[in-house]
């Protein structure tokens, strides 16, 4: 009998080693987590997966290799550049293939991006090379309600060369080299310059803003514009931000009960958004095509096995009757609509184009797009990947593009931007004109196509060419996002 209790005793003894030395191979230091955190997202769900050598299934045999590989990277966000599919940060313009996964250390400051709450002066503006060498200037958009610049010497139109005194350049043939960053401090001041006779001279003034923590309605111009028999409605519409579902819906239902014969929507600032509000723009657009397949979605290969075993509906957006609050869309059930566009046009805007093309008459006026046919889900470091049970320690997520989108003849090949019909119409730097206005140029020229059907005419200007928009101030300045992320694909190994 105590020889029996011996060996029990010692079976439990060895069983209880085997145990901690299981626990031990699994075990995920804490200096390595968000490092553990990235690869395992990205391993899961992003869309080049497979094209990453370092992504794949069979890379490392146990969690012991794996944590070995990530020990090399003491920065999170360096690991995360390496495991892109030739990212933008690594490869030049012709050659990047995912020009826009990003990581924040801080997911407070990415779900305010997504939502339209920034820290924000207020100035939203262009940037473009002087001439022919790495200077920059600046040209102003538009100004936000209620900011800083909004009770500030500051408009549309308005041109800045330096920042702080501080000439601004990027290098044509090295875009890491300049000093656009200028621009991301919470205070600075601008110095303006005018243009005359081809050149930008400074003019000696300047003005002084402050960031302060600003929501943007994305709703920023609505009106009806008539003429003749026509009531053209025009709605500058800057961002597809959810919680302003209701703001837009509500925009919509103002322009039906003023019973407009032709919708402008204006989109050239637009930079994206979420992919739900998208659908649902375009269906308070239509309204008669109510749950039939807006776009579809294209996943990596074990995302897509996954919602076709589970949930194949999941793939694909359909045109609705309902924003998210569950309220009822003002459709105009229109069959024709005119859409602005510029060389910042992204994302989520380029959804709405693409996705009504089957539909109904597109004519779209203006540049050509950026050409973002790709979109991304937020992923933080929980068992799920989603903020439930997010990791305390730290406030690391990522938002890696996880997902292609084509329209619902299976079209997406639009990387090099979305044409405009007829000829291609970039603003006026030297004459913007006012937003809303009848008389301004790209809103004059599809209210004269729309009045007379005649061509659309090419607007005098000089050209400048266009520096990538804002990309080193708001890496989510163009974006097209999912709200959710697959419901138990994370279970899958």
């Known amino acids: 009998m105590k020889n029996t209790i011996n060996f029990l005793m010692l079976l439990l003894l060895c069983l209880g080693f085997q145990s901690c030395e299981d626990q031990n191979d699994n075990e995920v ?30 890379r490392f045999e146990d969690q012991q290799q794996l944590n070995s590989f990530l020990y090399a990277y003491p920065n999170p966000e360096t690991l995360f550049q390496s495991l892109l599919n030739k990212p933008a940060s690594l490869f030049t313009p012709g050659q990047a293939v995912d020009r826009f996964s990003v990581i924040f250390s801080d997911y407070t400051r990415l779900e305010g991006i997504l939502s339209g709450t920034t820290q924000n002066n207020g100035v939203e503006f262009g940037l473009y090379y002087k001439n022919s060498g790495n200077e920059v200037v600046g040209v102003v ?80 111009i609505s009106s009806v514009i008539e003429s003749g028999s026509h009531k053209i409605g025009y709605l500058m519409y800057n961002g597809f931000y959810p919680n302003y579902e209701s703001v837009l819906n509500d925009a919509f239902g103002n322009l039906k009960s003023q019973n407009i014969t032709e919708l402008v929507l204006d989109l050239r600032y637009n930079g994206g958004g979420s992919v739900e509000t998208a659908t649902r723009l375009a269906s308070m657009i239509t309204g008669q095509f109510t749950g ?5 979605e294209q996943w990596n290969a074990k995302v897509e096995e996954y919602y076709n075993a589970n949930n194949p509906a999941r793939l694909y957006d359909l045109f609705t009757n309902r924003i998210n609050t569950n309220s009822a869309i003002n459709s105009l059930n229109l069959n024709k609509v005119y859409i602005l566009t510029s060389a910042a046009t992204a994302s989520a805007s380029e959804l709405v184009i693409n996705g009504l093309e089957p539909y109904i008459d597109v004519v779209q006026i203006g540049d050509v797009t950026v050409g973002k046919n790709v979109g991304s889900v937020t992923l933080y470091d929980s068992p799920t990947f989603s903020k439930k049970d997010v990791n305390a320690k730290h406030r690391y997520a990522m938002q890696p593009l996880v997902l292609k989108i084509v329209n619902k003849t299976g079209f997406g090949d639009y990387v090099n931007g979305l044409i405009p019909d007829g000829a291609v119409l970039k603003e006026n730097l030297m004459n913007f004109g006012v937003l809303g206005n009848a008389n301004e140029p790209l809103l004059n020229a599809a209210v004269m196509q729309i009045t007379t059907g005649g061509r659309i005419q090419q607007i005098p200007r000089k050209l400048f060419q266009h520096v990538n928009d804002m990309q080193p101030l708001s890496r989510l300045k163009n974006e097209m996002y999912r709200n959710e992320i697959p419901e138990g694909f994370h279970l899958i190994k």
């Open 292 to 296: 039939q397949v807006f776009a579809k």
């Open 141 to 220: 958009r538009y100004i936000l309600p209620n900011s800083d610049a909004s009770t500030k010497d500051i408009q549309r139109g308005d041109i800045f060369y330096a920042v702080d005194g501080e000439v601004l350049y990027q290098n044509r043939s090295n875009p890491q080299d300049n000093n656009l960053d200028k621009l991301s401090a919470l205070s600075y001041t601008l110095n303006l310059a005018d243009y005359d006779a081809g050149n930008f001279t400074p003019n000696g003034l300047s003005v002084s803003l402050n960031k302060t923590v600003l929501s943007e309605n994305p709703v920023y």
């Open 29 to 58: 230091p804490n200096e390595i987590a968000v490092n553990d955190f990235i690869w395992k997202g990205l391993n899961l769900y992003y869309l080049w997966q497979t094209d990453v050598p370092n992504l794949s299934d069979s």
